[in-house]
Nanobody, 126 residues
Framework: QVQLVESGGGLAQAGGSLRLSCAAS????????MGWFRQAPGKERVFVGV????????DYADSVKGRFTISRDNAKNTVYLQMNSLKPEDTAVYYC???????????????????WGPGTQVTVSS
């Protein structure tokens, strides 16, 4: 079982940037596809992006495409979410998780991910 801890959240102004980190325990981190989700108050947890274990290819929700970038450092057991051009609607708790299905697909559900971290709050002011 992998344990995940997110960090790097905070307060940013619209148009600003933040970089989130997700640190993982365990020796087989490189074998996991990793996803980022977010949950705004009163709303369901939604997909942000994923990085594939095999080739580090990435996929993103349309709402963040071109603004957010996922990367990973297997030597540090860490996956990152670089968030640029932030908007107030990006305000949410951000979570990382392990993709249990591994393969690329057109739709990513939170039910297909596990080992969720506790999340980190991101607040974007206008």
């Amino acid at each position: 079982q992998v344990q995940l801890v997110e960090s790097g959240g905070g307060l940013a102004q619209a148009g600003g940037s933040l970089r989130l980190s997700c640190a993982a325990s365990g020796r087989t981190f490189s074998a996991y596809s990793m996803g980022w989700f977010r949950q705004a108050p009163g709303k369901e947890r939604v997909f942000v992006g994923v990085i594939n274990w095999r080739d580090d290819s990435t996929d993103y929700a349309d709402s963040v495409k071109g603004r957010f970038t996922i990367s990973r450092d297997n030597a540090k057991n860490t996956v990152y979410l670089q968030m640029n051009s932030l908007k107030p609607e990006d305000t949410a708790v951000y979570y990382c998780a392990v993709d249990r299905l591994y393969y690329k697909r057109t739709y990513y559900s939170s039910r297909e991910f596990d080992s969720w971290g506790p999340g980190t709050q991101v607040t974007v002011s206008s």
